[in-house]
């Protein structure tokens, strides 16, 4: 198994105010990585950071050996599209259709409509989706909004997946759902996935569990 990601020494200050301190941490091909921690104590910032969406105040952020704090823009915007992001509150754009969601990742990717379309059913279906295809984002529950951001973060196979929270406002029953699909996927596609959760429960099931307390990272599991 090979470390996708490493961050090594991180810190990140906004003014004198520090939010992270020296943080360590690795992730391997299909691993799944529990980060916990109470609110405001910096998870976002990490999932930020290792998303190579905002940069550290000091330390490297390792993808595949490169360190990306030497990197340009237009190498750090490829190597994202390697990643997959899934965010608490989905980000899911509300003008296009289910379906049409889940094929849009994969567009910027520049695959043809028709393999995109394809694809995205099959998503879709794996996700018990197959039946909301073409509804809007407003006619879909809770529960199968949270799926189809997932189904649309895992379309292009990334090889890291970056979750905040992403069973943040399901109810037990759907966590616990929502999260075995999820494993699913990382363990027969060897996708790694860090991912941000306040439910305990699900920290249990993951492979590592970091806590984070007042910018500091400890390694629990
Ligand atoms: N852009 C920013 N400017 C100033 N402070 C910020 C900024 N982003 C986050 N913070 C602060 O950093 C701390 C950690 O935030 P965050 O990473 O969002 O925590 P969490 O996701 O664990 O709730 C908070 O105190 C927050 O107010
Ligand atoms: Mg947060």
Known sequence: MSCILKLSSIAKSFGEHVIIDNINLEIKNGEIIALIGKSGSGKTTVLQIAGLLDEPTSGSVLVNGTDCTKINNRQKTYLRRTFGFVY????????????????????????????????????????????????????????????????????????????????????????LKVFSLL????KTKNIAVLMVTHNHILAQKADTIFALEKGVLTKLQ
């Open 88 to 175: 608490q509150f989905h980000h899911l754009l509300h003008e296009f259709s289910a379906l049409e969601n889940v094929m849009l990742p994969q567009m910027i990717l520049d695959k043809n409509k028709g393999e995109a379309k394809k694809n995205a059913q099959s998503m879709l279906a794996n996700f018990g989706l197959q039946d909301r295809e073409l509804h809007m984002i407003s006619e879909l529950s809770g529960g199968e909004r949270q799926r189809l951001a997932i189904a649309r973060g895992l379309v292009n196979f990334p090889q890291l997946v970056l979750a905040d929270e992403p069973t943040g406002n399901l109810d037990p029953e759907n966590s």
């Open 183 to 186: 494993r699913n996927y990382a």
